[in-house]
């Protein structure tokens, strides 16, 4: 089982970035997935997740109104979309997936982990 994550990279405040999550190994079509992120000396945070079939979604209030979650459950793939960054954005950031279909806000919700993509905003 194994979950990568790209897409990150070093943008300018007020800049975009898409991250795209894979997952393999199995199939994740019936499970929540998520984003969570970490900044240095800090604990992982909640960002954003979404149930299997989109309907039900869910952002941490400090990304509401700039970030975007998506997914194909067919092929796997989850996206985010980052719009409006914020020095404060900067963290390396995390896919997860759980094993229901509840859509959770906490790590001990997800039990599948990608390695991380860094994501650097510039002032």
């Known amino acids: 089982v194994q979950l990568q994550a790209f897409g990150g990279g070093l943008v300018q405040a007020g800049g975009s970035l898409r991250l795209s999550c894979v997952a393999s190994g199995r199939t994740f079509s019936r499970y929540a997935m998520g984003w969570f992120r970490q900044a240095p000396g800090k604990e992982r945070e909640f960002v954003t997740a979404?149930?299997?079939?989109?309907?039900?979604?869910y952002y941490a209030g400090s990304v509401k109104g700039r970030f975007t979650i998506s997914r194909d459950y067919t092929k796997n793939t989850m996206w985010l979309q980052m719009n409006s960054l914020k020095p404060e954005d900067t963290a390396e950031y995390y896919c997860a997936a759980s094993q229901t279909t509840v859509v959770g806000t906490t790590t001990g919700a997800y039990r599948y982990w990608g390695q991380g993509t860094l994501v650097t905003v510039s002032s």
């Open positions: 979404i149930s299997w079939s989109g309907d039900s979604i």
